[in-house]
């Protein structure tokens, strides 16, 4: 449909049956004009679009504290936030990606996105995806290879992706093979918080089944035997028929995972995530072959190599990258492939970002050997329910749909971008961001061993 970008107006818009903005009647005037760019170069397929080149990189951090910080075996979270990834190009389309790096990292994010990735992203065209990743990598290897810098090459890789989509009008998962267009969802709560017992945890577990779950994960970690406790109640509330999934957050050591896993077999575990330290590749190796419960493991690894030596080595049933930190969706889908060649499954890991969800949940909808997707279902966060102009959500049986719009197929609401944002510049945001991302591990320390099930760091 040929469009007439000299009389924009809500109705024009609305008529580009060619992607799926749906304008809004309190646009201002440069967020329409971007919009009829965006038709424009949709309309131009075949044309000018190949050559697009990125003209600038951008990083936003959103943050906010919660009112109820929730714990991990490990960390107690007293902020949290999304650090936005944005590549802008000569025909006007805007990329949208995300790195996920907590605590101080964002500002790490910032820095090296903005000052050192820039020169190897301006003037070049998108759809030189392989070669821009390479660049990055090559060029932060002093001090990359694994943690923020691959979680930031993360972040362009995804707006990369997004940008590729909305150019040809594709949403991603279909770009990669497309292999279904929903995918089951587990609810992703049960964590320790300040005053909640076990008899809170059954009770706030119970509800997802209700809501249309059919899994869900609690944290395990801290004290072993209450932890078996833990499991039991849930087990006992959410009934037989729902998936338990639990994760002690790499804290313990084998030993420990060992005799803890042979305690609660009976539950019917889904599987046993980050039973050990992410350092510790033999001794994951052990607690894989000793147990009869699926392991798992992934969120602190990173990029194909990484993930090489897990998967070759056989320490674990199921890999879990993050596409906002392993590498991003060009990275997750070797690293997925490799799995597949080794017959293992691959689960990302995601958490609290919707743009987090919808880059992991492209990945998983396009791979034959991903078969859920993890779900936040905390009540700390803001920013999961209101950064989408259209939140994701969960039907009866438990499933959530893939965004089929072009790219990642989400829109950001401006106004909730400007709530949560962090405007400061990098040397202030140094000092705000020491006060607002604490690890308190001492505080959320186990006790001492009980003296049957011993060896918590
Ligand atoms: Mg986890």
Known sequence: MALDYSRPSRSLLRRC??????????????????????????DRIGSTWLEMKITDVEVTILSFAPEKPIADALNLNLAWGDTIV?????????????????????????????KSFRQYLVGEEPFHRERIWEKMYLSSLR????????????????????????????PIYKLLGGYRDEVRAYASAGFYQESKG??????????FPKRGFTAVKIKIGRDPAEDVERVRAVREAIGDKVDLIVDANAVWNPRTAIKFANRIEKHNILWFEEPVSADDLEGLATVTSKIDIPT????????RYGFRDLITKRAV????PDVVTAGGISEAYKIAALASAHHLLCVPHTFTSPISLAANLHLIASIPNGFIVEFDTTEMTPLRD??????????????????????????????????????????????????????????????????????IP
């Open 17 to 42: 049956a060619k992607c799926h903005v749906i304008t809004h009647s309190r646009l201002g005037t440069a967020r329409l004009k971007n919009r009829i760019s965006n038709h424009r170069a949709h």
């Open 86 to 114: 944005q590549l802008h190009t000569d025909e006007g389309l805007t990329g949208i990606g995300e790195a996920c790096a907590p605590f101080a990292s964002p500002l790490l994010v910032k820095a090296i996105v903005e």
């Open 143 to 170: 001090y990359g290879r694994k943690g923020v810098a691959i979680s930031a090459i993360s972040g362009v890789d995804i707006a990369i992706w997004d940008l590729i989509g909305k150019a040809t009008n594709m």
């Open 198 to 207: 076990i008899q809170d945890l059954a009770e706030e577990m119970a509800q």
């Open 296 to 303: 798992s493991t992934g969120e602190q690894e990173y990029t």
């Open 317 to 320: 049933d199921i890999v879990q």
């Open 386 to 455: 209101k950064l989408l102009r259209v939140p994701f959500q969960i039907d009866h049986r438990g499933f959530v749909k893939v965004p089929d719009g072009p790219g990642l197929g989400i829109e950001l609401d401006e106004k909730t971008v400007a709530t949560y944002r962090e405007d400061l510049s990098i040397e202030q945001w140094k000092e705000a961001g020491r006060s607002l991302r604490i690890p308190t591990r001492a505080m959320w320390q186990a006790p001492p061993a009980d003296g049957e099930i011993a060896g």
